[in-house]
């Protein structure tokens, strides 16, 4: 047995160290590079705190949290297989009642989950509201002064420091309401095996030696805390998986189909031509160009002058391939899309 335990345990950890890390790496590359992907009006719509506060806290809370709680719950497994065991033999009355005790713990468990993940959402959204307050405070300190909107914006951020010391005082009070349920539970439990030497002092059980009720107590003790364990490690899994959640939704799905470069000599002439190219940087607005047919030829300079909003920043964005155009832009005779 002992040395089942330990190759199970060696075995446990390696698998969770190794699958941990292949886990977070595969999630964190897929979130940088759908991050990296995403078009400019993208980053326009999703403040950098919101995405500081991803690849932060929420990589930290993979990296840590997940694959700790998934070994912990292997070896609560194990445990609670041993102590059954042992109850078997010592106590087995007592396992009658781990079924009833057990449905009791889940059943307020189910309400916990239900809450926790919701409250976990709100805390990592208040997290996102300080990293964005502190970053546009640093970053535009100048105008802030100029403004003399100094105390405006500190009480800006102290509010949405409040709020998020609110989501973990509620979490943290969550934490307290399960915890008292389950620790009433398993007081049953408790009750029902240190009443088993009373109930043999007056004859309603059979005899059994000292040495043997004490080992039922003590194992059924740890089997009530093993139980506990293995419904709260689930609870607090299926809470931090929110985060893995949250890296997920910056994967880019739809990814486009990445750039290749063109080989020497593929370029023919090196003439860049732009053939009934349109740029549409939101659905339902006016293109800030359409129908542009243009040919510039190799090693000339060209200007591009108009006014305000007359498309040149635009055209060459679209050159450089960094908003999504309609048409066809060749270099000699390598098309760019």
């Known amino acids: 047995l002992v040395v089942c335990f330990t190759v199970s345990n060696f075995l446990g950890h390696g698998l969770e ?3 941990g890390i292949r886990a977070a790496r595969t999630i964190f590359s897929d979130a940088l590079t759908g991050t990296l992907l995403r078009p400019f009006r993208w980053w ?3 403040p950098t705190g919101r995405v500081l506060n991803r690849f932060s806290e929420d990589v930290e809370v993979m990296d840590r949290a997940v694959t700790n709680i998934i070994g912990v719950l292997f070896g609560a497994v194990l445990f609670f297989v041993g102590h059954s065991a042992v109850l078997a033999i010592s106590n087995p009355w007592t396992l009658l009642m781990l079924p009833v ?3 009791g713990m889940e059943y307020y468990a189910g309400y916990y989950r239900k809450t926790i993940r919701e409250l976990q959402r709100i805390y990592l959204v208040s997290m996102s509201s300080v990293y964005q307050d502190m970053v546009e405070a640093v970053l535009g300190r100048v105008t802030v002064r100029a403004f003399a ?3 405006r914006v500190v009480c800006e951020t102290i ?9 973990a005082f509620a979490k943290m009070a969550l934490n307290l309401w399960i915890g008292l349920r389950m620790s009433l539970i398993g007081y049953t439990l408790n009750m029902v095996t240190q009443l088993h030497p009373v109930l043999q002092y007056f ?3 059979s005899p059994q030696s000292a040495a043997l009720v004490g080992f039922s107590i003590e194992y059924s003790r740890g089997i009530v805390g093993v139980i506990q364990q293995m419904i ?3 609870s607090e899994l299926e809470m931090q998986l929110v985060s893995i959640e949250r890296l997920n939704e910056f994967a880019y799905r739809d990814r486009p189909v990445p750039w290749t470069r063109a080989p020497i ?5 090196g003439k860049l031509r732009l053939c009934d190219v349109e740029v549409t940087y939101r659905q339902g607005l006016p293109p800030a160009l359409s129908g542009v047919n243009l040919v510039f030829a190799p090693r000339e300079v060209t200007a591009i002058v108009g006014r305000t909003g007359a498309g040149k920043s635009s055209l060459l964005l679209s050159i450089l391939q960094l908003v999504p155009y309609e048409g066809r832009i060749y270099v000699g005779d390598h098309n760019l899309a």
Do not use: K, P, W
């Open 265 to 269: 000599g593929a370029t023919g002439t």
């Open 232 to 234: 709260m490690n689930f």
């Open 149 to 151: 909107a100094t105390h």
């Open 159 to 167: 509010r949405e420091l409040d709020d998020l010391q609110r989501s």
């Open 203 to 205: 004859g309603y059980l």
């Open 44 to 46: 326009d719509a999703n």
């Open 101 to 103: 005790c057990a449905a």
């Open 17 to 19: 160290i190794v699958g």
